[in-house]
T-cell receptor
Framework: DAGVIQSPRHEVTEMGQEVTLRCKPI?????LFWYRQTMMRGLELLIY????????DSGMPEDRFSAKMPNASFSTLKIQPSEPRDSAVYFC???????????????FGSGTQLSVL | KQEVTQIPAALSVPEGENLVLNCSFT??????LQWFRQDPGKGLTSLLL?????REQTSGRLNASLDKSSGRSTLYIAASQPGDSATYLC?????????????FGPGTRLSVLP
């Protein structure tokens, strides 16, 4: 398996523009996570899907952020409109969560480095 | 609210030394704890997972211990090599429920000098 695939690797945009980040999880995984990493705040969970359904979106900072998972093999994180403070590395991760007592490992993509000017 | 801290923030050692990285968490009611490695410009790679009922896990030169009562975990790296240079993060999961996910520490940046 190619692992978790994210695109683009780098994104530079101007304030106010729409940004769409993409993620393809590992085949067979049923849980998908979007994280944001900054020097100041570390790694923060934005949203978590299980079986394509959003379970916890309490980490989504504002209404400008939205995420979708239309099927088991694709997810998007959209920022509209983007602001300079959104600049960060955005990671997608996936896992197989078999039930309430699963001790699953997370598999991360290589991330998208977002710069909003 | 669970808070995870890691000390030191950065560490530089000569090749061959044994070293210990520390992870502390405020809520001892955890389900499991994972140690991850992050190379510059890359995502995180899971190294070891310790369940709450376990006290340690080993993989090659890595040994992770867990003391739930004191809210601490350590990652021991034996005979360090330059290839071990990376940032090491720990993450705790509070319960096995679907809605409970990992809380990450800020990481320790390790440099192993040849």
């Amino acid at each position: 398996d190619a692992g978790v695939i994210q695109s683009p690797r780098h994104e530079v945009t101007e304030m106010g523009q729409e940004v769409t980040l993409r993620c393809k999880p590992i085949s067979g995984h049923n849980s998908l996570f979007w994280y944001r990493q900054t020097m100041m705040r570390g790694l923060e969970l934005l949203i978590y899907f299980n079986n394509n359904v959003p379970i916890d979106d309490s980490g989504m900072p504002e209404d400008r952020f939205s995420a979708k998972m239309p099927n088991a093999s694709f997810s998007t994180l959209k920022i509209q409109p983007s602001e300079p403070r959104d600049s960060a590395v955005y990671f997608c991760a996936s896992s197989f969560r078999a039930g309430p007592t699963t001790n699953e490992k997370l598999f991360f993509g290589s991330g998208t480095q977002l710069s909003v000017l | 609210k669970q808070e995870v801290t890691q000390i030191p923030a950065a560490l530089s050692v000569p090749e061959g030394e044994n070293l210990v990285l520390n992870c502390s968490f405020t809520d001892s009611a955890i389900y499991n704890l994972q140690w991850f490695r992050q190379d510059p410009g890359k995502g995180l790679t899971s190294l070891l997972l310790i369940q709450s009922s376990q006290r340690e896990q080993t993989s090659g030169r890595l040994n992770a211990s867990l003391d739930k009562s004191s809210g601490r975990s350590t990652l021991y790296i034996a005979a360090s090599q330059p290839g071990d240079s990376a940032t090491y993060l720990c993450a705790v999961r509070r319960s096995g429920n679907y809605g409970q996910n990992f809380v990450f520490g800020p990481g320790t940046r390790l440099s192993v000098l040849p």
